[in-house]
């Protein structure tokens, strides 16, 4: 089955510890992107990428990196340095196309303790 | 003033209730997205459309271009339908979206 993986589901960390988040896809899409959501809020851009071995920022890219060095793989970096990261994490692909239609991974739940 | 504005933001209903929900946005576009949000967190498509009407089950949605507003429709609610729903718009190969409407359908 074609789709969007997103591991793990729950994550617990301690303050101040770097932590990755995993998201994987088989669709054989260009593009992929991460998402943070907070309670009762829509979605914000961290980053996207359209291609291998490019990314870009999006709205809120402070605190988090990102590496694209497979097609099918865009895993997303929670520094230190983000400020408030306990959040839901949702990760995204498409077609790199203007319609952009995205299709979306069941998001990672980080919980910083 | 948001890009791409939703209402309502909260709706509760009565099962069996018809609900619509709207979109309006300000930039012109090649097409708009319905994606439901489900309690749990996954996000689905429900619909991407450029005009007119398209319709899948109990679920019925309409775009007008002119006027640049779209409309979601559920007939016969259930409380299997109570979720978030959301619209998005593509600009510059990403989505601007809404802020998502809360659905809770009562039995």
């Known amino acids: 089955d074609g789709g969007i993986t997103q591991s793990p589901k729950y994550l617990f960390r301690k303050e101040g510890q770097n932590v990755t988040l995993s998201c994987e896809q088989n669709?054989?899409?260009?593009?992929m992107y991460w998402y943070r959501q907070d309670p009762g809020q829509g979605l914000r851009l961290i980053y996207y990428?359209?291609?291998?071995?490019?990314?870009q920022k999006g709205d809120i890219a402070e605190g988090y990196s990102v590496s694209r060095e497979k097609k099918e793989s865009f895993p997303l970096t929670v520094t230190s340095a983000q400020k408030n990261p306990t959040a839901f994490y949702l990760c995204?692909?498409?077609?790199?196309?203007?319609?952009?239609?995205?299709?979306f991974g069941p998001g990672t739940r980080l919980t910083v303790l | 003033k948001n890009e791409v504005e939703q209402s309502p933001q909260n709706l509760t209903a009565q099962e069996g209730e018809f609900i619509t929900i709207n979109c309006s946005y300000s930039?012109?576009?090649?097409?708009l997205h319905w994606l439901q949000q489900h309690p749990g967190g996954g996000i689905v498509s429900l619909f991407m459309?450029?005009?007119?009407?398209k319709k899948h089950g109990r679920l019925i949605a309409t775009i007008n271009i002119q006027e640049k507003h779209s409309s979601l429709h559920i007939t016969a609610s259930h409380p299997r339908d109570s979720a978030v729903y959301i619209c998005?718009?593509?600009?510059?190969?990403?989505?601007?979206w809404g802020a998502g409407t809360k659905l809770i359908i009562k039995p």
């Open positions: 990428s359209q291609i291998v071995n490019d990314f």
């Open positions: 995204a692909s498409s077609n790199w196309t203007g319609d952009n239609e995205q299709f």
């Open positions: 669709l054989n899409h260009d593009a």
């Open positions: 998005a718009v593509p600009s510059n190969y990403q989505l601007i």
């Open positions: 459309l450029s005009s007119g009407k």
């Open positions: 930039v012109g576009i090649s097409a």
